[in-house]
């Protein structure tokens, strides 16, 4: 509906090619309007958005929200998607931009929100993880929001400055200048 | 190596790529999709404003091509006033909220129009036009349906349209804002 130009950061057009990305028949029957191929993508990366949302939206209780706000788009966007890219890095692209949009659009009631819940949400996870990771978990957490975006997707789910770049709609220099920012206050956290 | 260094990369090695959710979000996200689905198969007041705003896109991709076209010819004082107003407010204040999250909606709406309103000077004025007319439609879309949420205030079908009308207005004001800035308004 939206008639505007959208900054090509923004887009949700695949772009990132990847000659080892497998054509999925799933991904297929779910273009064609098969919601149970759909409900199965679902089930395969649910887990790895949930973290990603958990992890970047800083709000444990957002995670939730946000991660149905990823699958309900991505099934609306799907028709769009090329497979140039794994599935996962797509999934991750609209993760991303529904967590910014997310920040922007509750930044003001975010400030005024302590946290009260552990950011390690997932019942399984949380039984299995050591404390250390816990503390880690928590000390990602309380990274600025930019940091805390680019640490995780850089750190944990390894992508490329430029890919990051490209999903926050910075320069590279920016995204390293934020990891380099959030390893340094993590270190601080967890050595203090 | 350093050994904090090597110390943090070894913990980050040691997180889950993967978190369960603590509870299954499969059926509202069917249930989104289907609601979604449902208001796309049936006509009704968003149709018919889906249909106004096609041929407003379908203008405004016009405007944006011609962009390099208006900055060569100079954007008439009129032209440029017409848009320099704020946005067309609706009044979420005197008509009685419906939806339980429609405090949220309108806090989210009022702070990206805060936002979007910050920058109009840096805006192209056909940019403008175009937001404004989509905000708008959408605030039309979203009177007529809380208009006939008075008479059938339980109907499903019509919540579910307010809340897409909702959304639908937060993605153009997002959209907005998310748009690169030009300096002094100018069009490139």
């Known amino acids: ?192 | 190596m350093d050994e904090p260094k090597r110390d943090l990369d070894e913990r980050v090695k040691g997180l889950p790529r993967e978190i369960a959710p603590p509870r299954d979000l499969w059926p509202d996200i069917d249930a989104r999709i289907v609601a979604r689905e449902k208001r796309a198969r049936r006509p009704n007041v968003l149709v018919a404003t889906a249909f106004v705003v096609a041929i407003a896109s379908a203008a405004a991709v016009a405007l944006v091509s011609r962009r390099g076209e208006d900055h060569d010819a100079g954007a008439s004082p009129s032209a440029v006033m017409s848009v320099s107003a704020p946005l067309a407010s609706p009044a979420p204040s005197a008509v009685t909220a419906v939806l339980p999250d429609e405090a949220a909606y309108d806090e989210a709406a009022a702070t990206l129009r805060a936002e979007l309103e910050a920058r109009r000077a840096e805006e192209p004025p056909s940019v403008l036009r175009v937001v404004d007319e989509n905000v708008r439609i959408l605030d039309e879309a979203i009177g007529a349906v809380r208009a006939a949420l008075v008479v059938q205030p339980n109907d499903a079908e019509l919540r579910a349209d307010l809340d897409r009308a909702l959304e639908d207005k937060l993605d153009v004001l997002r959209a907005a804002t998310e748009l690169p800035s030009s300096p002094d308004g100018v069009e490139r």
Do not use: N
């Open chain 1, 1 to 192: 509906m939206i008639a505007l130009p959208l900054h090509p950061s923004m887009a949700e057009t695949s772009t990132l090619p990847d000659e080892d990305a497998v054509r999925d028949p799933r991904v297929r029957a779910a273009q064609a309007g098969d919601k149970t191929a759909f409900a199965a993508l679902y089930r395969e990366h649910v887990g790895r958005v949930y973290a990603l949302c958990l992890r970047t939206a800083g709000q444990p209780a957002d995670a939730d929200a946000i991660t149905q706000d990823v699958f309900v788009r991505a099934w609306d966007k799907l028709a769009e998607f090329r497979e140039e890219c794994p599935l996962s890095a797509w999934l991750h692209r609209i993760a991303v931009r529904q967590v910014m949009m997310h920040h922007r659009t509750t930044s003001r009631r975010l400030r005024r929100v302590e946290p009260t819940a552990d950011v390690e949400g997932g019942a399984t996870a949380r039984e299995a993880r050591p404390d250390a990771a816990v503390d880690l978990e928590r000390g990602i957490r309380r990274l600025p929001e930019a940091a805390r975006i680019v640490f995780v997707l850089a750190a944990i789910e390894g992508y490329a400055h430029a890919e990051i770049a490209d999903m926050m709609g910075c320069t590279e220099a920016t995204s390293r200048a934020h990891l380099f920012h959030a390893k340094a206050l993590l270190r601080e956290v967890l050595d203090g």
